[in-house]
């Protein structure tokens, strides 16, 4: 896959007006919509709220599940598996159960016709699609580590007034932490990673909890940060800088998609056409997470450096990048635990 760029917007496609009518009328019988998302829960119900005001013969509060992206991914494999799946629309921000899914024939196809407003490489076919863009960096605390002995580039980590509890890490459970360290691997070799471990970061389950270790100057260093975090108002109040490294901003393709099983399959149409749509993804990679979007139409996050340059990074082999995906719980214990 090629570094993703910010698409040239294309004419929009169009459901006819009785397709559209058959969705609505087989949404309005369904009446509601199971979600599993790593979104966060606290910020995502304004996302809910903009979809209920256009449809609110749906409720979608009552499907809605949120985890970070191992335990969504634990609970919908254990659904699937028991032939009981209440889960139609899935959004997390890892890329290769997608494409995992894609190949086993796990996913519906739906051709929505806001597809035509993303570039080829933010989505797979009818498949999934990326409706948000989430960076990885580096931050830290201004009023704990002074800004001329703070990180610069990924390497930089290994320095040994960085070792012994001082760097911060999500642990394996996070889809944005595999995406960056998948890619980091790659860039930088084994060894690298190999002597990042040997810093002996301490492992946390969130993002947020990594800002808030930031923010009470119990580490020095947060090394897997999800780029908004660093720039949200409190953390910049409290002191917390980004860091864009000099070797580049590893991607995560936060996509959407809807299950093959979905019961609720209108409903879930409708929900992927808000979620893509520019009203829609206006909310919910900027309004909300003040992430990057593939649409060009959609407002850069705020207070930060255009997509661009950041150098983002993305995988290149997808067969290779996913079958890294399922052994990297225990790739990162090799790592960090062992």
């Known amino acids: 896959m090629s570094t993703l760029a910010i698409g040239t917007l294309l004419p929009l496609g169009r459901l006819t007006a009785q397709e559209r009518q ?12 199971g979600f599993a998302t790593s979104a ?23 499907g809605f599940y949120s985890a970070p992206t191992g335990r ?13 799946l209440s889960f139609d629309v899935l959004h997390v921000a890892n890329l290769a159960p997608y494409l995992t899914m894609a190949r086993k024939g796990q996913l519906l196809a739906y051709h929505s016709p806001e597809l035509a407003a993303f570039p080829p490489d933010a989505h797979g076919g009818d ?17 704990v580590l002074p800004p001329e002995k703070a990180p610069k580039a990924w390497v930089d980590l290994l320095r040994p007034d960085f070792k012994g509890r001082k760097l911060i890490i999500q642990d394996a459970a996070a889809g944005t932490a595999f995406n960056q360290m998948y890619i980091l691997e790659k860039l930088l070799g084994a060894d690298f990673m190999r002597k990042w471990g040997a810093q002996q970061p301490i492992v946390v389950a969130t993002a947020a909890q990594l800002i808030d270790l930031l923010v009470r100057g119990e580490a020095l260093v947060g090394a897997t940060v999800d780029h908004f975090r660093a720039f949200e108002p409190d953390a910049m109040k409290a002191g917390i800088l980004g860091v864009y490294p000099t070797e580049g901003m590893p991607v995560a393709m936060a ?6 099983s979905a019961p609720h399959p209108n409903a879930a149409r409708l929900f992927i056409d808000f979620a893509l749509s520019q009203p829609g993804n206006t909310i919910l990679a900027h309004d909300i997470f003040n992430v990057y979007s593939p649409r060009r139409d959609v407002p850069a996050p705020d207070r930060q450096l255009p997509y661009a340059e950041t150098k983002p990074l993305l995988p290149q082999d997808l067969a290779d990048y996913e079958r890294a995906a399922a052994n990297f719980p225990e790739h990162f214990d090799s790592i960090f635990k062992g």
Do not use: C, Q
């Open 255 to 260: 996509s959407i998609g809807i299950l093959k």
């Open 127 to 143: 498949l999934w699609t990326a409706a948000r863009l989430i960076g990885i960096i580096m931050a830290y605390n201004k009023h």
């Open 72 to 84: 969504v991914l634990a609970r919908l494999d254990a659904e699937m598996n028991a032939g009981s």
């Open 22 to 33: 058959v969705i609505e009328e087989g949404a309005r019988k369904e009446g509601a919509l």
């Open 40 to 62: 966060s829960a606290s910020a995502f119900p304004k996302f809910m709220d903009a979809f209920n005001a256009k449809y609110s013969f749906i409720d979608v509060r009552g």
